[in-house]
């Protein structure tokens, strides 16, 4: 499984409004795309600020690499640009690794 984390900063007055955006546009197109197992929005407030992550889980990196952020409408795009003042220029992928601790 792989887990990808984008990150991003916005005004704290825009949170309600961009979380709809998130919700109506981004969301949908991650979750239709095949090999997605879940997305997620983490937020935390910083006074004015609000910092977000996008952390999706993924079957492969094939899978991930087949959606990528470019297919996404270009509308998307231009809201993402009106909303987001600092982002990552590229996500984060991991590779998640599940270990069950032993009992003693």
Known sequence: MIA???RGIIRANDTEAYLLHLCERVIPA???ADGN????????????????????FWKS???LQV??????D???????REFVLASETVATVYQVINE????S
């Open 37 to 56: 197992y879940s997305t997620h929005v983490l937020l935390e407030e910083k006074g004015e600020f609000v910092s977000i992550l996008l952390l999706s």
């Open 100 to 103: 069950r601790a032993s009992e």
């Open 74 to 80: 270009p509308a998307i795009h231009r809201i993402e």
């Open 30 to 32: 991650y979750r239709a």
């Open 61 to 63: 990196p094939a899978n």
């Open 4 to 6: 990808r984390l984008g």
């Open 67 to 72: 959606f990528a952020d470019p297919q996404l």
